[in-house]
C-alpha cells in the first residue's frame, strides 16, 4: 500500500496526517508552531510531528510515497519556497527541497489555502466541479480556485487572493497596507477593529471583556454566541461583514463563472448553514442572475482536515507528472 | 486558400472583415445597426454587411471557410444563441445556426468583448501570454479573460464581467441596477453622470455643451481634449475614474495572476499611453508586489478590427475541434 504524509503549516500549530491508498487519514500528530523561533527550528517541529503521524500509522518512513505541505505564502510552488511569511519567519525558504531531503521522498508545497481548496476539490464540498471557487473566512480572507478542473496559480503562482481585491475604495486600512480590501472590511480582525472602535464610542456589548485591551481578534465562538443571544452589537458587525463577503463572491462570480462556491474557516465553522444562507442572498443580489443562477453555494466538508488532505493529495497528483 | 468571415455586432454598429489563410484583412464592410428595429431586420443587416465584405474580396462565398461573430450578450457559444442584450432587442435569438444556416458554413459566437481579447491574445498585445487579463473602457468596461493560454468562459459561459466587480460598496448606481461596480464608478457613462452633476453644482468646464441636455456620453475624444486643455473638472473626473480602473485591475492582478494586462477601448484609443501609466501606478500599489512585479501593462494593439480578427479566429478554432 503507498501511503501520503500530508502537512499543514500555520501560525499557531502545525498538523500532520497519513493517507492510505484510498486516501483515508489513518493517523494525525499535532504541534504549537512557535512561529517566533528561527527557521531551522519551526522546520524541525514540521518534520518531528510527520514523523509523528507515520509512527502512529504503524507504519515505516520508506511506506510513504510522497509529502505535501500546505504553507502561508507567497511561494513559489515548483521551487518549492516559501519567499516569505506574515505568520512565520520564513524568506526564502527551501521548504519542498528540505522535506524531500528529510523524507527522502518528493514533496510537495502549496498555498495553505490552496491546499485546502484541492482537498474540498477532490474530496469535499467541491467534488465534480470544473470551475470552483473556495473562500475561507478567518482571522483573514483566503481565496483558492479550481479553473477547467485543476488548481489555478496563475502567471504570478500565487493567484487566488480573493481577500484583498477592493470593495471600498478609500475604505478603512488593511493589514495589506492597503485601504478597503475584503478582509479590511469582513475578517474577524476588520470585525474585531469595528467592535472596538463602538466600545470607545460608549455602546454596550455581551463579548466587552473579549475585546478590551486584547491583541487578538474576538474568537469565532464568541461572536456565534453574542449573536445568537441577540447581542445588537455583534449582530450588527457579523451581519454587516457577511454583507461584505456577499459583495466580494457576487463580483467574483460575475468574473469568474464557477460552478461551486465552497465556503469555509473560523467563522463559517461557528456559525454554520444560516450565515451562508445569509452571504448567499447578497451574492445573489449582486451577481447577475445569468452568472449565478446555477452556482451553488456550500459549507466546505473536510474542516481542518481539508489543508493536510488536500497537500497529501497535491504531491500525489504531482507524482503522476500530471497538470494541476 | 481558405477564407474567413469575421463580423462584430455592436449597439450602433456591425463590422465584417474577410481574413486570408495567413489571417491578414483583406476587405472590409460596415452598416448601421439601427439596433432599435426588429431581430429579423438587425439579422439581415448583419448578412448583407458580411456578404458586402465577401463581395469586396473578391472571392466566392464558397470559399470561406468558416464564420465568427462577437456579440454583446449574455450568450451561450456553445448552443450559438444571444440569450438578450442590453443594447440589441435579441432574446434568445440563435444567431449561431442562423449565420450557419444564410453562409452555410460552421459559425462560431462569443461574447464581443471576449473575441476582441481573442483577437489580441492570438495576434495582438497579448500574444505569447498563457495568463492574460483585457480591460476595454468605454461607455461601460467589459473584460475578457485567456487562462492557461485558453479563453475562459467559466461554467456561467459569460465569465469576465470586470465592470460588475464592486469596488465603492454601497457607491452610485450603476447602469445593472447593483451599486459601486467598477462600471459606476469609471466608465465613460459615469463619467458624464459625475461631469453633468458637477455642472449643477456651479463647476465650470469647457466641454458643458456636449453635457447638457444630452442623453449620450461625452465621448472620449472631447474628454481627451479637455484633458489636455488642463480643463479642471475634466483632469478631476478623468483621473478619478483612472484611479478606480487601477484598483479593479490591482484587485484583479492578486485574484488572477496575469502575465499580460491589456487595456483598450474608446477612453485608452483617444488618451494612449499617458492613461495606461496612470492606471499602472494606481495598480502596482493596489496589487501585491509578488503579484503585480512581473505583469506587463499594454495598449490592445488591434484597436477596432479586434473584435472581427478574434471572432474569426475562433471560428477557425472550432473547425480544428480545439478546445478554447
Known sequence: MKYL???DLG????SAAVLDGENKIISRARAKTRAWRDDEKVFQTI??????????AGIEAAQIEAVGIGSPGPLDPRAGLVIESSNLGFRNFPLGPRLAEEFRRP????????????GEFKMGAARGASNALGLFWGTGIGGGLIVNGTLYHGSSKNAGEIGHMIVQADGPRCGCGRRGCLEAMASRSAMTRDLRKALRRGKKTSIAKLIEGKSESVPSNALRRAYQAKDELAVKTVDRAARYIGYGLGSLVNVLGPQVVVLGGGMIEAFGQSLIDRIDKVARKTAFEFAIKDVVMVKAALGDDAGMIGAALLARESLGGRKR
Do not use: P
Not at 518534520?47 to 502512529?56: F, P
Not at 514533496?107 to 484541492?118: E, L, Q, R, Y
Open 47 to 56: 518534520v518531528s510531528t510527520g514523523r509523528r503521524a507515520i509512527e502512529r
Open 5 to 7: 504524509l500530508g502537512l
Open 11 to 14: 501560525g499557531t500549530k502545525v
Open 107 to 118: 514533496a510537495t508545497i502549496d498555498n495553505d489555502v490552496n491546499a485546502g481548496m484541492w
